[in-house]
Nanobody, 128 residues
Framework: QVQLVDSGGGLVQAGGSLRLSCAAS????????MGWFRQAPGKEREFVAA????????YYADSVKGRFTISRDNAKNSMYLQMNSLKPEDTAVYYC?????????????????????WGKGTLVTVSS
């Protein structure tokens, strides 16, 4: 069992940066791949980025590639999403999640439906 608490959202101007954090509890955190998803008002939840359980493999949505960086620290039971060059279209509630799939499988095949555990979300608002 894994419990996830995501944080770090806020209001930022376009072009700015934010760092989201996901704190996990549970003995098996390090054995899961982790991911970030987001959901804008009126839209479906979409994949943002994922990272393998040892952090050696990552996968990003095309819309954030080159701007966002996912990382994890298993010693601290934590995962992060560094978001740079933010755009108004990045405005959404961001969720961290965990699953046993590889990052590329999460990003291309299983998506949100394949995740086993979820945080409650943190709101990111990017003003123009």
């Amino acid at each position: 069992q894994v419990q996830l608490v995501d944080s770090g959202g806020g209001l930022v101007q376009a072009g700015g940066s934010l760092r989201l954090s996901c704190a996990a509890s549970g003995r098996t955190f390090s054995s899961y791949s982790m991911g970030w998803f987001r959901q804008a008002p009126g839209k479906e939840r979409e994949f943002v980025a994922a990272i393998s359980w040892i952090g050696g493999s990552t996968y990003y949505a095309d819309s954030v590639k080159g701007r966002f960086t996912i990382s994890r620290d298993n010693a601290k039971n934590s995962m992060y999403l560094q978001m740079n060059s933010l755009k108004p279209e990045d405005t959404a509630v961001y969720y961290c999640a965990a699953a046993n799939w590889s990052p590329i499988t999460i990003g291309t095949t299983t998506g949100a439906d394949g995740m086993d555990y979820w945080g409650k979300g943190t709101l990111v608002t990017v003003s123009s």
